[in-house]
Structure formats: C-alpha cells, structure tokens
C-alpha cells in the first residue's frame, strides 16, 4: 500500500515472531539506554541520540551490534530481504554505523504516551564516515517495524510536508511544532508485525498512545536506508 509521501505499509513477519522478538528486547533490559526519560528507551543506540559525539557514537555500535546480531541475527536478514522487494536493490548495513535498533515505550502515570516531537529524519547529514563520502544523501527513507502494541496502539503520524518545502514556507529556522500544528498529520495505525517505510524528509512523529497495562510497553524496531552506488546502506 502506498499514497502521499511514498508510505509503504505492510507485513514483514508474522505475529507470532514479533512476540517472541519483543520479549527478547525487554529480557535485555540491562542494555537498555534512556538518554532524554520522558518513557522513552532505546536498545541500541541512535545517531539522531550521539550526533554531537560521533566517536561515541561508532564505540557503542562497535559495542552493541555484536549483541544486536547475536540476538536479532534472523530478524535483520527478514527485514533486508522486505525492504530489497520494496526499495528495489541491494540492502547492507552503512559500514561501521549502529544496526537498526529499538524504541521501547512506556506510558506515564497518566496512561498515556503524548506522542513524539514533530521532526524530519536528517541526522545523517553529520554523519562523516569515508563510506558516506560515497553516498548521495537525498533518498533516505525510514522504517518502522511494530513488534508489540499495548491496546493495538502503534501510530506514526505523517504530515505531507517535506523538509524542503518546509525550509520554502517558514523560513530556515523553522518551529516544527508550529509547523505541524498547520495541517493534521495522517495517522498511520498499524499491528505487530507490519512495516511502515518512509521517506525520512517528511515531517513525522510517534503518535500518542494510552494504555491501561503500563507494564506492556511499545516496541519497534527502527531504522534508516540511504541510497548508495551499490544499493541501499542501512543504519540507525
Ligand atoms: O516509531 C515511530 O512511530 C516513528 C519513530 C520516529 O519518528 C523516528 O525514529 O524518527
């Protein structure tokens, strides 16, 4: 399925397999890392989280890909094979960089996750390795792969803004809030086990989610594709 802004949505492994995937990244609560609080934690480490430290950033996935490979080995090879039918080339991980990792969220004591802050998926622009001298940075798309859904709950919210056009209409130091808060982004609901892949240039954010099992948190897998001369090069 795909519409405005080149959404791709579908099933990439089967219920089952993202039960049993979720309940490996919640038993490797020790590698779990929560750099801003608010519920939110990752395993594994992003760049949009290290993008002011790049060493750092290299060390924890030198670090951390050993364990994600080791534990997720049969889900990232499920995942390339999805996005190669989808993206239409060869898919590897970005030499060096961090695997694609996970959000792990959990509701306040209200309940209820906000949602995230409206943003555009550009943190690879300070990326500076030698392999990214050879990549051309203007297709970038994002995926998102809901492994568990308290209360049926995964959303993204996609607004039909691209960061360009964005740049055009506010100006070069924009507020993405007040951006966002121009249109209504389509929300994208979707189960255990399904995809959503994305161009990373348009605007987006975690949509809200309210659940009356706290202990049941979001989790999803995420990750990056950046068009290179020999496909696509994934990182996170
Ligand atoms: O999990 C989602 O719904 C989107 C995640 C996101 O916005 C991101 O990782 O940049």
Redesign the pocket.
């Known amino acids: 399925m795909s519409d405005h802004c080149s959404v791709i949505q579908n099933r990439v492994i089967d219920v089952k397999d993202a039960a049993h995937y979720a309940d490996r990244v919640n038993k490797l609560r020790e590698y779990h890392t929560s750099v801003w609080g608010g519920g939110l934690s990752t395993l594994g480490l992003a760049l949009?989280q290290m993008d002011h430290d790049l060493d750092a950033y290299f060390a924890s996935a030198r670090r951390l890909n050993k364990i994600l490979w080791r534990e997720f080995g049969p889900l990232y090879k499920q995942v390339f094979s999805f996005l190669e039918n989808t993206l239409g080339n060869r898919v590897m991980f970005l030499d060096g960089s961090a695997f694609p990792g996970f959000?792990i969220i959990e509701t306040g004591n209200d309940g209820t996750f906000w949602g995230?802050m409206p943003?555009f998926?550009l943190s690879y622009q300070s990326l500076c390795s030698p392999t990214f001298s050879e990549l051309s940075p203007t297709d970038q798309y994002?995926f998102?792969l809901a492994l568990q859904s308290p209360a049926g709950a995964?959303?993204?919210d996609i607004w039909n803004l691209e960061y360009d056009s964005a740049l055009e209409k506010y100006g070069q130091d924009f507020d993405r809030m007040s951006a966002s808060s121009d249109t209504p982004p389509r929300p994208y609901l979707y189960h255990p086990g399904e995809m959503i892949v994305f161009r990373s240039d348009y605007m987006?954010?975690?949509?809200e989610f309210s659940s009356d099992t706290p202990d049941l948190c979001r989790v999803?897998l995420?990750g990056h594709a950046l068009k290179c001369p020999r496909g696509w090069a994934v990182y996170w």
């Open positions: 949009y959000h995230g943003h998926d994002s998102t995964v959303r993204t987006h954010r975690i949509g999803t995420q």
